[in-house]
């Protein structure tokens, strides 16, 4: 059986640039394992004064604000993709603005989470803050960590798969 068509597989893993797509595969991971920690240490409590349940909507909303916070960095890509000669300096740039902007996501995202939470159950506001905070900086870290690791690695193959650098190294003069 052989594939005429199509040689990869998973040829649709092309839509969302690999720095992003790990930092979404080790956000999930992440989340999964310290979800079933904390929920397990919360069946083995008694007397805990957080429910299960507002424990879980939490996790389950500060992962969908972290995936939030990862969107202005794919629209960007894939808006950048369209632009074939961009220059190098100005792609940078924007890449870096939306970075930010995935910041201001995840904080005010983060923060409306709290408040919301606060106002609406019955848990203690300082349980509250506890576990938005602990997701917050369990989430960043792991989202920050893969795209530190992957971003500069992508811009290189980028930078040496483009046009422009191919002329630049070919027209460079050692000093």
Not at 19 to 27: E, G, Y
């Amino acid at each position: 059986m052989t594939r005429e068509s199509n040689d990869r597989p998973f040829a649709g893993r092309e839509m969302m640039p690999r720095p992003f797509r790990h930092a979404l595969v080790w956000t999930t991971a992440i989340w999964c394992v310290a979800a079933a920690i904390v929920t397990g240490a919360l069946f083995a409590v008694k007397d805990q004064p957080i429910l299960i349940g507002e424990a879980v909507l939490i996790a389950i909303a500060s992962l969908l604000i972290s995936y939030a916070s990862l969107l202005p960095g794919l629209v960007d890509y894939h808006s950048l993709r369209t632009l074939k000669q961009l220059p190098e300096r100005v792609a940078g740039q924007r890449q870096s603005g939306m970075l930010v902007v995935g910041v201001v996501i995840r904080l005010l995202g983060t923060v409306a989470l709290f408040l919301t939470c606060r106002y609406q159950m019955a848990t203690p506001s300082e349980l509250v803050a506890a576990m938005t905070i602990g997701w917050y900086v369990l989430l960043t870290l792991v989202d920050t960590v893969a795209l530190a690791r992957e971003l500069p690695r992508s811009a290189t193959l980028a930078s040496e798969s483009s046009p422009t650098a191919r002329i630049d190294s070919a027209t460079a003069v050692e000093v």
